[in-house]
């Protein structure tokens, strides 16, 4: 071998090396990206969903109105986001006076869904739970001036 030869052998070993190494790094990565931003969607979605469902409480002319606007509300605002939950089971209305629509008192709507990692398959699902809960509770005034509710 001459001293202007190269040796044989590692000829486009960095390239395999490259995609291997990428592959390992930018796989993690791209999942990671993935589960948050479907977490900051659900965030979104219960932020938007909690505040609106209180202020359309409010606004009712009587607490079954109150509750159906409500869970229309956060129906919408969870679909908007891409997400399917019920969302009747998803409100919680909590009142600080009783009846709930009593002048100056304040209507409290919590909103909690749970969020499924992505790409998990059901069985696994079923083994383990793999999920994140997220949940807003936004509170409202109920007008000093309306007429008994």
Request: hydrophobic fraction near 45%; include cysteine.
């Amino acid at each position: 071998m001459s001293r202007w030869e190269l040796p044989r052998g590692d000829e486009g070993s960095a390239i395999i090396e490259f995609i291997g190494v990428s592959l390992v790094l930018l796989v993690p990565l791209v999942y990671l990206v993935l589960v948050l931003g479907k977490i900051e969607a659900a965030t979104f979605a219960v932020e938007g969903a909690a505040r609106e469902a209180a202020r359309v409480y409010v606004r009712s002319d009587s607490a079954d109105e109150g509750s159906r606007a409500a869970v229309a509300s956060v129906g919408i605002a969870l679909q908007d986001q891409g997400f399917t939950d019920d969302p009747a089971g998803a409100l919680t209305v909590v009142c600080s006076e009783d009846p709930c629509l009593t002048p100056g008192g304040d209507v409290e709507a919590d909103v909690e869904i749970s969020v499924p990692l992505p790409f998990v398959p059901g069985f696994v699902r079923d083994a383990v739970p793999l999920a994140v809960p997220v949940s807003a509770t936004r509170s409202a005034p109920v007008d000093e001036y309306r007429a008994g509710g």
